[in-house]
């Protein structure tokens, strides 16, 4: 009986892929048994080398060596993507849209991330 090409885990609270690499594209050798591996974010995933980092040969010891490393690593805090709070802080002005003061009877109460872009947050004034 053939080993699966591609199994499915679940280590660490986080979804994984561990599969044999068959072709030449991205990182890694082919043959070599790889793990996807998600960030916080959900929406970024590291390709990480079992053969050269955990020297597993098989896609059984590529699954055994990201349970093991999630058990030993329980705390391991992942580098995600910036949220939205942090991006509207270090936009540059050039991304700024909208007018530069807000329209008679409104006030200014910070900004607001408006269809990629950081506009004013006008307030109808008391």
Not at 111 to 121: A, E, I, P, S
């Amino acid at each position: 009986m053939k080993a699966p090409k591609k199994v499915k885990v679940t280590a660490g609270g986080e979804k994984h892929v561990v599969y044999k690499k068959t072709t030449k594209k991205g990182e890694g050798k082919v043959g070599n048994i790889m793990v996807n591996h998600p960030t916080k974010d959900k929406g970024q995933w590291d390709t990480i080398d079992l053969t050269a980092k955990g020297r597993a040969k098989t896609v059984k010891q590529g699954v055994a060596a990201t349970k093991k490393w999630h058990k030993d690593n329980p705390d391991y805090k992942y580098k995600g993507k910036a949220t939205a709070t942090k991006k509207t802080r270090s936009l540059p002005k050039s991304k700024l849209g909208g007018a530069k003061n807000c329209w008679p009877g409104y006030t200014k109460k910070g900004t607001k991330l408006l269809n990629g872009k950081v506009v004013n947050n006008c307030v109808k004034g008391m």
